[in-house]
Structure formats: C-alpha cells, structure tokens
C-alpha cells in the first residue's frame, strides 16, 4: 500500500488553494464541500471562483506565491501550472509539516486525492495510489451504480440511534449482531424507499424486540421483484440487489437459471412454476406460503418474469400480504412486450405506423381467448401485443377478421426473447399461426401484430432470425 487512506477532518480549518484556473476551482469545491475554509492565492480568477469570491464563500489572496503565504494554513492544494511554483509550494509546505498536494504531480504530493462515491455520511474513496486517476473514475461509476442514492440516510439513521442501542444493549456481541440484522433487514428497504418514517418506527419496533429476546416475534419482508424478460442484464439494479440479499427465493417457471444464479448460493429457492395447463401450485398456496415463510423473519424475493404488475397476479399476492400485515415492497421489471420487442426490432410505437399499443392476455381467467371483445383492436394506427396466445392465437386471429381486421395486417411471434434461444416467426395476422406452427414455436412465446412489424427486417440487430426471413419477404 502506497497511501495510508484517512478522512481528514477540514471543518473550519483553513485551507489555502494556489492558483486560479478551472482546475483550482474543482479542488476548491471538494474542500468547501469538507467544511474548509478557503483561501485563494492567485493574480487572477476564473469566473467560477469570482463567483465563489461573490458569494463570500472563498477568501481571495491577489499576490504570487510567497513562502510567507503558507503561514497558518493547515492544508495546502497547488494547481498552477507552473512546475517551479508547484515544487516551490511543496518543499516549503512539507518543510513546515503542513500536508500538500501538487495537482496531477504525484511526486509532489504529501497526499492525494481519491475518487469520491457521496452517499454523505458515507463516503467511498477510491485511489489507484497516482496510478491511474481515470481508472480510479471507471471503477467509481461502477460502483456508483451499485450503492443506491438513498443510502446515506441509513448512515443519518444509526447514527441518530447509536447511542440509544449502547445503552439498551450493553453486551457488545449482542449489539454487533443487532446492528447487522437491523441494517440489512426490512429497515433498510423502508429507507431506500423514502418511508422515513416508517422506518423510524420499524427500527424502535426492532430495538424492543431485541431487548426482550424471549417475547421476540421477527417479521420477514417480502419484495415482489420483476425479473425481466429473460436476459439477467435486463434485470433493475435493486432487483439484483434485493435478489443477493434474499433468504428465501420463490420464483415462477418463467424465471432463467440465469437470473436465479444471481442469488446467494446459499438461498433458499422455491419453484412454484406455472405451466399454464399445469398449475404446480395454486394461487392460494403461493399466497400462504409467501406469509409464512415472511413470518418466520427471513426476507423473502417473490421472482416473477417480466413485470410482476403485467398478466403476472402481483396484484392478488400484495393483497393478502397487506391483509395479514407483512411489510413488502414492489420492485416492477421490464415486462416481456418491451424486451421483446426491442430484442426483437420491432418498436411498438412509431410516429408513421402506430400511434397506440395495448397490451392483452390471450388467457383470461374464464379461460382461452374469445371472452375478450377484440372490436378496439382492430384500428390499424395501434398495435396489439398478446400474451399467453399462441394457444388461443386460431380463435383470437378469427375474431379480429371478424371485427374487421385486415388480414393481411402483419404480425410476428416471438419465442423466448432476449434471451440466447430467442426465434423471430414474421407473417400476417391470416398466416402466423401455421407458419408458428410449422416452425414449432413453443411458449413462451409474444405476438405483436401492427404495421410495427414491417420494420423488423431493418431493425433487427440481436441474434439471427434469417431462417425467417424469406418467408417475411414474400409475405410482406
Ligand atoms: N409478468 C410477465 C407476463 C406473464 S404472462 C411479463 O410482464 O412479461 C406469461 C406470458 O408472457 C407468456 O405466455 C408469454 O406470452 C409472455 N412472455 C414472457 N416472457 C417471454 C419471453 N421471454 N419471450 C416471449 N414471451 C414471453
């Protein structure tokens, strides 16, 4: 380790930052952010820093550089670019035991500066040790994306609270471990969430558990996660992160190994799979087991394909977790209309073609296809997704030429898409079905019908569907 990594404590220290460029400006504006207070030494100053001056936020020294100017300074930042000034600077500032550093000169330097991820009061600091600042930068946006914004709040919270746990749970271990339940739990889905309050609540609810072992009565959290199409990297961030944090994974037959894989191997994985024609578990089991397995305190991901709010019952299981008091959360995914169609280059909006879309189910609760009235359908300026209809595709395709459809209105079907087996299957509303058969497309499987369509064979740009293509060309 090149650099010992320490926060330094600048609150109302004074700080001075030689120089009066762009690049001054940038390091006056970290150590402002530290609570510093700032003095520019410069002969002249950028118009960001003449604002600063404005503002009274900065002191501003018009001279050159002296040896003098360092008195009283417990920080110094050069940023001239004058090499004889920068090294002039660090010799004396190391001389007089002040730290100091000489921006992009590493050589010159007592510290450095790190990348910052900001989560206040959590702070990340990355440093490649003057290797490579830009490397430092790419890792910092890497894990940007990975610490959700909200999270210093959880910081503010146990800080708020922390001497109010020493004292309720003096034993240190015991204390240790309720700290690390408490802000990997349910608690902290409540703050990303933006239920402060709640969370205030759920977290006193906690420290009382906690000092009455014996009565103790843990709840679980239950997050009803859209998992996407297929493709794991369609996944949300907080999908993946709750998904690494789960106890218990209860998925649907749709879900890819894939994405399961993605969760703690130690998880605990639940298929509750639903071949349409082959229901592995009813409904309601699934809603039961979803509360007990809540009850027993773990954190429990409910994995659903596509968008557990779209034909995916994520509505029915919410409800009886809200009726028997189990705290949740709802974490919607890319539904398969979009992956699909974006996988599959077909927008589903486009300003010449399709002004509307409407999503529909081909299997409705009172069973295939012909309960639903498909008259809206037939405008030629929409396009029309169906779910779950290849089985009922004869009788939905029948009814739309019988309110009026076109028949030659193009369609496609589209099996298992975004993922690596994705089949595009192109045709009309009259000839799709026999050409999906012949190709034996199987579910799941999308239709989306619509001038859309048309635009698949410029479009396409994921996997191959050139086994199709000549059959589109002749048809459309
Ligand atoms: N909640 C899911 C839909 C569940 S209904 C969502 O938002 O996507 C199941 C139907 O979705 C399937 O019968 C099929 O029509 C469609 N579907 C889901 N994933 C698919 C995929 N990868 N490729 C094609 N169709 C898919």
Not at 302 to 316: A, N, V
Not at 419 to 434: A, K, N, P
């Amino acid at each position: 380790m090149k650099y010992l990594p320490v926060f330094l404590n600048v609150q109302d220290a004074p700080c001075l930052v030689i120089g009066g460029g762009d690049i001054a400006q940038r390091k006056v504006h970290s150590i402002l952010r530290a609570g510093a207070h700032v003095t520019v030494l410069s002969p002249d100053l950028s118009p960001g820093l003449q604002a600063l001056l404005h503002q009274k936020k900065i002191i501003w020294q018009k001279a050159l550089f002296t040896v003098e100017a360092l008195k009283g300074f417990k920080l110094v930042i050069s940023a001239t670019n004058q090499r004889k000034v920068n090294e002039l600077v660090a010799a004396s500032a190391m001389s007089l035991g002040i730290p100091v550093n000489v921006v992009d000169c590493p050589d010159l330097c007592s510290f450095i500066f790190p990348a910052l991820i900001d989560r206040s009061p959590i702070i990340l600091a990355i440093s490649t040790g003057g290797a490579s600042p830009i490397l430092a930068r790419v890792l910092r946006s890497r894990l940007e994306s990975l610490i959700p914004n909200r999270y210093g709040r959880l910081a503010g919270l146990a800080e708020r609270a922390r001497d109010r746990v020493k004292k309720a749970i003096p034993e240190a271990t015991h204390r240790r471990r309720f700290w690390e339940e408490t802000l990997q739990g349910g608690l902290q889905d409540l703050i990303l969430n933006g239920q402060d309050q709640q969370a205030e609540r759920e977290f006193d609810r906690l420290l009382d558990v906690a000092c009455k072992p014996s009565s103790a009565k843990t709840t679980g959290f239950v997050s009803l996660v859209g998992a996407g199409p297929g493709d794991p990297e369609l996944l949300t961030l907080k999908a993946l992160r709750i998904l690494q944090e789960a106890d218990v994974i209860v998925h649907d037959r749709l879900v890819s190994d894939g994405i399961l894989r993605l969760g703690r191997t130690d998880a605990e994985r639940i298929d509750v799979g639903k071949a349409m024609s082959r229901h592995t578990l009813p409904q309601e089991d699934i809603n039961r087991l979803l509360v007990s397995l809540a009850r027993k305190g773990q954190r429990v991901v409910r994995l659903k394909g596509g968008d557990p709010f779209i034909f995916g019952r994520g509505g029915e299981e919410i409800e009886t977790l809200m009726e028997e008091g189990i705290p949740f959360q709802i974490v919607p995914g890319i539904t398969a209309a979009i992956g699909c169609a974006a996988y599959a280059g077909i927008p589903l909006t486009h300003r010449d073609y399709a002004q509307s879309v409407s999503f529909v189910t081909g299997h409705s609760r009172e069973g295939l296809g012909c309960q639903i009235d498909w008259k809206p359908f037939v405008n030629t300026q929409q396009t029309l997704v169906i779910y779950m209809g290849l089985q009922a595709f004869p009788a939905i395709r029948d009814s739309l030429i019988r309110e009026g459809a076109d028949p030659h209105r193009p369609a496609a079907i589209i099996e298992e898409g975004t993922t690596s087996s994705q089949r595009v299957v192109v045709g009309s509303l009259e000839s799709l079905y026999e050409k999906a058969t012949a190709a034996g497309i199987k579910s799941p499987a999308l239709i989306i019908i619509g001038e859309v369509v048309r635009l698949h064979s410029k479009l396409t740009w994921f996997g191959s569907s050139k086994v199709h293509e000549s059959m589109e060309s002749t048809e459309l």
